[in-house]
């Protein structure tokens, strides 16, 4: 570590420690309460934003109605949920439906539109207006919660927090299983090294004989998926309603730029960056949370313009 | 203007003389390439020749349709309900004039900001913090001249630190990083009391009264905007030839020539930042006496987006298209619910937008140019006389 980092670190590290000793003695309780509830949004933002890093990584595509996606697989997850009863079922079906919508998108509007990002982005702009308003019509305004399995549900007792809801810790050691998933699927396999020679260098992947709008197609629908998956796993511990999509956008955009875009590990490690902000600033300062969010990422764009593993091509 | 074409506009001029000699119709956007081409012979002879010259030649770029806008511009609140003369006329001459910010950014600049309604609404912000408004607890009720000076200077002052934070990036980041901004000041507004008082915000702002006119009044007001959307027109009409701006240009083909010839790319991006800034301050303040009142929702997403849409809709690649794209806005968005339910109106707008995306990038105003070169590519043009197109 260079002496910069040190630098850095000291001058970022020291306060936030000295503010989680205090925090930790005024009243330890809050504290790891909203600890675990930051680590649980986290893991929510985690889910997100590497579908959005995996297809900007690939596709140089910022797709905006990322956060429509997770909207739509959200709502269809519930429709599934309470006609089948199965929550099961709905992540599945949040999962596929978001999926399958993705690979549409692809295949009929950004794949003709190769190269040329800027239009692609007010495509995806338009696409957002459009599938919000549509989702408006089918489902309305309302608020829809969804009803966890029974083992699930309730809450568990924890050392040093006294009660948490079993779900929330759920979330996370999913969002880590499925993480750990991801990574396996691009460091471990075929189709993973296909996608990361492509986020390296597309025109040599195609020139080497595989087929190019194909892993486009596949990584869209990954990512678009994970958006919808998400969707029915954060539905079930907030809510799902008109004007989530632009919180979870807004979300994974600002913790892709801070981690990176195109890495999933800085997808990671933004998402555990924002949550905690969000969550420690929602406890202790509730009128300025927001702004904790916007100065990590003023932060991250003053000193690593790339976010903190982006690489400097 | 791509790079390639630039070039050959850069290297032509003489063939660019000749063509203006030669008086070959003008293609509605007079290029730096003419005027240069005529003032620079004229730099030697005497200021009374100069002087006709740049006469001359204002006269040449004024057209019928020209003139035929200004008039029906300045008639049009004499015939006009007043209805149409405020909501339709008033309002899309502001939301034009922000428009217009971001085509200065975009189309001149490169920078796609999605933050110009964030500045706006910043600038209105401060005009109801500074001056008056019907919440005596947190406005400090200095006069109006004063508020509205502080209020575009701190604008201006966002705005350009808005474009410090992207231009650390190029490209699409921008648009991601002037988006999160918006959003995140979108939820500070939303969220904070002490300053600017949550999701109410402030309302009772009023149009100030100068010399016995009451500017709130929907005649005066639309002159007031007309007045401000003009200056912006031909303020960025002049900037866009004068060095700052073909620097800029430059710099948005190809940044990296630009830098080596020793332009500092990163104080001209941000120069461009103030100055866009600045517009959508002005449109801003317009647009909080147009509203008189200022709450979060006037800077959500959906707000931000719609000036993108304006611009993309009327066309980034000239100034009018702001005001054309703010015009069709502002008639569907009053309109199109005669034809489909109210709360559709979004998925409207957004099929248009969609469809103009899809099928014409450069929005109306290139509709209308291949239109035009459809219908006249049959006798006239050929060569030279395209470069400018």
């Given at each position: ?313 | ?119 706006a609404g910043f600038a209105a912000y401060m005009l109801a913090i500074f001056g008056t408004s019907?919440?005596?607890?947190i406005s400090l009720g200095w006069p109006w001249w004063l508020a509205l000076i502080v209020a575009i200077s701190l604008a ?45 915000g402030f309302s009772r702002i009023a149009a100030p ?72 301050a002005v449109g801003g303040i317009l647009m909080v006496w147009y509203n008189g009142r200022i709450?979060?929702?006037t ?91």
């Open positions: 570590m260079s002496r910069k980092n040190w630098a850095l670190l000291l001058l970022f590290g020291v306060p936030v420690a000295v503010f989680a000793v205090w925090a930790i003695v005024d009243n330890a309780s809050l504290f790891f309460k909203t600890l675990l509830n930051g680590l649980t949004l986290a893991s929510l933002y985690f889910l997100v934003a590497s579908g959005f890093t995996l297809v900007f990584g690939l596709m140089r595509n910022v797709n905006l109605a990322h956060g429509s996606l997770y909207l739509f697989g959200a709502y269809v997850g519930w429709y599934v949920g309470e006609h089948t009863g199965s929550w099961v079922l709905a992540v599945i079906a949040g999962f596929l439906a978001a999926a399958v919508m993705g690979l549409l998108m692809q295949v009929l509007v950004f794949r003709h539109m190769q190269g040329q990002d800027l239009r692609q982005t007010l495509v995806t702009i338009g696409l957002s207006i459009v599938l919000a308003d549509l989702m408006l019509w089918a489902w309305g305004a309302e608020i829809y919660t969804f009803d966890p399995p029974s083992w699930i549900y309730g809450s568990t007792t924890l050392p040093l927090v006294n009660k948490f809801p079993t779900y929330r810790i759920v979330v996370l050691i999913a969002s880590i299983v499925i993480g750990v998933g991801l990574w396996l699927l691009l460091a471990r396999t075929r189709i993973g090294m296909m996608i990361r020679a492509g986020v390296d260098d597309r025109g040599m992947l195609a020139a080497s004989g595989v087929n190019v709008q194909r892993v486009f197609a596949l990584t869209f629908a990954i990512g678009a998926g994970l958006a919808g998956l998400a969707g029915v796993v954060g539905g079930t511990a907030l809510s799902i309603s008109p004007g989530e999509d632009t919180r979870y956008l807004l979300a994974s955009l600002v913790v892709v730029i801070v981690g990176g875009m195109g890495s999933v590990v800085g997808a990671a490690i933004g998402a555990l960056l924002i949550g905690l902000a969000e969550q420690f600033g929602l406890a202790y300062a509730p009128t300025y949370s927001v702004v904790f969010t916007f100065v990590i990422m003023v932060i991250a764009l003053a000193f690593k313009p790339r976010g903190l593993m982006g690489k400097n091509t | 203007m791509s790079a390639a074409k630039w070039r050959r506009a850069m290297n032509s001029s003489s063939a660019a003389a000749a063509e203006a000699a030669r008086g070959v119709r003008d293609t509605g956007r007079p290029t730096v390439v003419r005027s240069t081409a005529q003032t620079q012979p004229s730099r030697d002879i005497v200021t009374e020749g100069r002087l006709s010259t740049w006469w001359r030649s204002i006269v040449r770029a004024v057209k019928w349709r020209h003139i035929a806008v200004i008039v029906f511009v300045f008639a049009y609140p004499f015939f006009a309900t007043p209805f149409f003369t405020f909501q339709i006329g008033a309002q899309s001459l502001a939301l034009g004039l922000i428009a217009l910010s971001l085509i200065f950014l975009g189309g001149y600049g490169g920078m796609v900001s999605l933050a110009q309604m964030t500045v019907s919440n005596v607890a201006t002052l966002v705005a350009a630190g808005i474009g410090w934070l992207s231009v650390r990036t190029e490209g699409i980041y921008t648009i991601m990083i002037t988006l999160a901004v918006g959003v995140a000041f979108f939820y500070l507004a939303q969220q904070n009391y002490t300053v600017f008082n949550g999701f109410q009264t100068v010399f016995d006119l009451d500017l709130g009044q929907p005649m005066p007001f639309y002159f007031l905007v007309l007045a401000c959307s003009l200056a912006g027109y031909f303020f960025v009409k002049h900037l866009i030839r004068a060095p700052f701006g073909i620097a800029l240009q430059g710099i948005r083909d190809n940044p990296r020539r630009m830098q080596a010839l020793g332009y500092n790319v990163t104080a001209h991006r941000v120069g461009a930042y103030a100055v866009a800034g600045f517009l959508a709450s979060p929702g800077v959500g997403v959906g707000a931000m987006i719609n000036i993108l849409i304006i611009a993309v809709l009327g066309g980034m690649k000239h100034p009018i298209g702001a005001f054309i794209g703010a015009i069709v806005f502002v008639l569907l968005q009053n309109f199109a619910i005669d034809l489909v339910d109210r709360e559709r109106f979004n998925l409207v707008i957004g099929g248009v937008f969609l469809a103009i995306v899809l099928f014409s990038p450069d929005g109306l105003l290139g509709l209308w140019q291949s239109l035009r070169s459809r219908l006249d590519s049959a006798f006239t043009h050929r060569g030279q006389g395209r470069i400018h197109r």
